[in-house]
């Protein structure tokens, strides 16, 4: 008796037909595994580095089943869930030079996550948070290079001045990077590609906010 975790066919012309691809991929959504006499296997292994065909960053593969592939982006470390291996070409002509600088970023991005820096309300000295200690917040302060606890109202996280905006007046919130001062709540913004933003809330200290905002500021005078 074969296992009920293995899907057998036996039609070796229906290597590359795209109608075995998805009974693949629906058998490996269901934890089971396709085999033909004609098929081969994917393409690609564990450890192999992959891009899209039609996008340009390099994917670790973490894992390989039937014709669908689990890949992780190097520079960041976030992952793709299974896709057909179809949708991907290998990442040639990537050097030890470029590796190593996607380990560096990787490695930088993933500081940049972890490390947060607050400053005190009264003084403006800055530690790095490293603890609670009770209901309190245990820094690493920069000034004296030792620990000390701070109540939640007695610091503050240091973080990039952020605004959301909202596109045609409805919909999904998107955050911003920005410079405070430069836009208020109720201002309307147009973006380089002609799309029109309203201003909902300023000083979010959003950490979605990756980029700033590009396009313009409108002097808007009611009408009526």
Request: net charge neutral.
């Amino acid at each position: 008796m074969e296992p009920d975790n293995i899907i057998w066919t036996s039609n070796p012309s229906l290597e590359s037909n795209s109608w075995t691809k998805s009974i693949a991929l629906n058998a490996m959504r269901c934890g089971k595994t396709l085999h033909s006499g004609g098929i081969v296997g994917p393409r690609f292994k564990e450890g192999d580095i992959v891009r899209l065909k039609n996008g340009t960053s390099p994917m670790r593969v973490i894992k390989a089943q039937g014709y669908a592939i689990h890949c992780e982006y190097l520079s960041s470390r976030k992952q793709l869930g299974f896709r057909t291996q179809d949708d991907f070409v290998l990442y040639h002509a990537i050097t030890e030079k470029e590796t190593q600088e996607i380990k560096e970023l990787s490695v930088k991005k993933e500081t940049e996550m972890t490390v947060k820096l607050y400053k005190t309300v009264d003084g403006n000295r800055y530690g790095e948070y490293k603890a609670n200690d009770g209901d309190k917040l245990l820094l690493l302060m920069q000034d004296s290079n030792t620990y000390e606890a701070f109540a939640a109202d007695q610091i503050k996280r240091v973080m990039a001045f952020t605004f959301d905006v909202m596109f045609n007046g409805q919909g999904k919130v998107y955050s911003y990077l920005g410079t405070e001062g430069d836009v208020v709540v109720g201002d309307l913004l147009l973006t380089d590609e002609m799309s029109i933003a309203r201003v909902v809330a300023v000083g979010t200290e959003s950490e979605s906010a990756t980029k700033r905002f590009k396009g313009v500021k409108l002097a808007a005078v009611r009408l009526g």
